[in-house]
């Protein structure tokens, strides 16, 4: 409400709207005040406006997607290391004892339980601190700015997480830049805010090469060609149709249609194939951890016999 008052009141002495939302940067991105901007130069500030609304609607729909799709095996692995260590502290230590009193003879899969359930045991608030440390730590590396380069390049060479990477960053690369131009928007200028909305730092990259080459005269799709193990052939034909026909924004917006679609429907079946792969790891935990505490127990009834 305050930042709509302070707005209204540079309107109101004279401003623009696109000079009035540029003193919020935290508020409104680059992409939202050049567009506007667009807009009000070319007179169709109503259109850009629906077009920014569209843009970040998509953009935010494929984030919650991708997000979706991940929230569920974090809960479930989350889940599974809090039991695993009331496990290892509460009823470990319990057959430890009886096996100690049996004096059977323990391989070494029960015995490093055994060793891990009285760790846990005895120092159980220690465990969650470090766990909780652990997660905080890794929280902190991942959002350090050194290490952006291994994790970007970690996420586009993952096998099934990789080639969704891809297709995000070409939907938004493509949605974002057809935004852009619609509007009004230069191409090196639209290039230029495309490269602060994606994330990825091999995407920014490209957009800064594919900048430098425009000014240079080469052609828009040749940086797109050049870099087709992390822009889709698609990508680069696409754009050289809409250059030689004067459509470069339709062909861009088709784009990204496509790869919205696709990551639609890739999301629903990442969902479909985690389910059964956390069985099959949940599964195996407890395969593991059943055998290493059973098997001391059929030496015991042998010796019974």
Known sequence: SKILNAISGNINAGES???????????????????????????????????????LEKSHYLTKKIRGALIYPGVILS???????LMFAFVVPTLAGTFKELGVALPVSTRVLIFLGNFFSNHLA???????????????????KFMAKYIDFFITHTPVVGNLTKELNTARTARTLSSLLSSGVSITRAVEITEDVVQNIFYKKILNDTKIAIEKGAPFSLVFEENSNLYPVMMSEMVQVGEETGKLSDMLLQIALFYEAEIENKTKNLSTIIEPVLMIVIGSAVGFFAISMISPLYSILGSIK
């Not at 470090?130 to 959002?143: E, P």
């Open 17 to 55: 709207l696109s000079s009035g939302l540029a003193k919020f940067p935290n508020v409104f991105s680059t992409l939202f005040v050049s567009m506007t901007k667009a807009g009000e130069e070319s007179g169709n500030l109503a259109d850009s406006l629906s077009n920014i609304g569209l843009n």
């Open 126 to 144: 220690l465990t969650f601190a470090i766990i909780i440390g652990l997660v905080a730590g890794l929280y902190l590396l991942f959002r350090a």
């Open 79 to 85: 889940a599974m290391v809090v039991i695993g260590v």
